[in-house]
């Protein structure tokens, strides 16, 4: 009898063991799932932040070359957005096209000319089309070029 006790002693006395070991194995399962999900967003949060980066210098680019479509004229302060002039028919897209070149594509209400354009150390860019016109511009920490004409006309553009 004393055999029998002992063996169940031993039995029990396993299947604590089994029982405490099963509990650590579900305990590492966790820490490891728990680790790996934390890892997945560490690299998805990178990610995220990474593309935001890009997008930002994409659109904030100090580079002038491009394509600036012109969103806002003025004169003697009267301003014409571009939703206004579409309201009263002119409706070709005003726009100045720089190229690495230096050359550059101009189109003020509808009337397309080709011309040159540089940019000083200082950041100012002188867009010279058409013969004899030339356009002054800047472009802000925003991205937006401000450009003014010879004609007393001011622009507000974007990429």
Not at 10 to 37: D, G, H, P, Q
Not at 60 to 87: L, Q
Request: charged share 30%; hydrophobic share 40%; proline share 1%.
């Amino acid at each position: 009898m004393e055999e029998m006790e002992k063996a169940a002693e031993n039995t029990e006395l396993s299947e604590a063991v089994n029982a405490e070991e099963a509990k650590a194995a579900a305990r590492k399962k966790r820490k490891t799932r728990r680790f790996v999900m934390i890892a997945i967003l560490l690299v998805l949060l990178a990610v995220a932040v990474y593309f935001a980066v890009v997008l930002i210098s994409v659109k904030h680019s100090d580079s002038p070359v491009g394509y600036w479509v012109i969103k806002e004229s003025s004169a003697s302060g009267v301003v014409m957005k571009d939703e206004d002039a579409e309201a009263i028919g002119l409706s070709e897209i005003d726009s100045v096209k720089l190229n690495e070149d230096g050359k550059c594509e101009v189109v003020i209400l509808g009337e397309e000319s080709k011309g040159t354009w540089t940019n000083d150390d200082d950041g100012n860019i002188t867009i010279s089309y058409d013969g004899d016109k030339t356009l002054t511009a800047t472009i802000n920490d925003e991205g937006i070029m401000t450009a003014q004409g010879e004609n007393q006309m001011e622009y507000t553009l974007e990429k």
